[in-house]
């Protein structure tokens, strides 16, 4: 069956940085919109990033905007977050996803990875 698997979280000090990856299997998500979220503890799931299918547009928390970015290689049928300039709020457990018509909410999305915990160290 269809499964996201992300990987590439880990230890990083404060102004670092990290490429998280989730590759999908089981199936092909060219046409699905995909999407990370993060849940820090004792917080919601939030949005985090997401890239459209259709035409590749890129949307981001405001949180994030101008330190993240999202990308889609299809051929591999693998999503990336490259995540500059970390700070410490930016710990969490990242979850990447899938869905036909999906944006920035948690029920757009119907398929998802197990996560993958990132922490930034001040």
């Known amino acids: 069956q269809a499964q996201l698997v992300e990987s590439g979280g880990g230890l990083v000090q404060a102004g670092g940085s990290l490429r998280l990856s989730c590759a999908a299997s089981g199936r092909t998500f060219s046409t699905y919109d995909m999407g990370w979220f993060r849940q820090a503890p004792g917080k919601e799931r939030e949005f985090v990033a997401a890239v459209l299918w259709s035409d590749g547009s890129e949307y981001y928390a405001d949180s994030v905007k101008g330190r993240f970015t999202v990308s889609r290689d299809d051929a591999k049928n693998t999503v990336y977050l490259q995540m500059n300039s970390l700070k410490p709020e930016d710990t969490a457990v990242y979850y990447c996803?899938?869905?036909?018509?999906?944006?920035?909410?948690?029920?757009?999305?119907?398929?998802w990875g197990q996560g993958t915990q990132v922490t930034v160290s001040s």
């Open positions: 996803a899938a869905g036909p018509e999906g944006l920035d909410e948690l029920y757009e999305y119907n398929y």
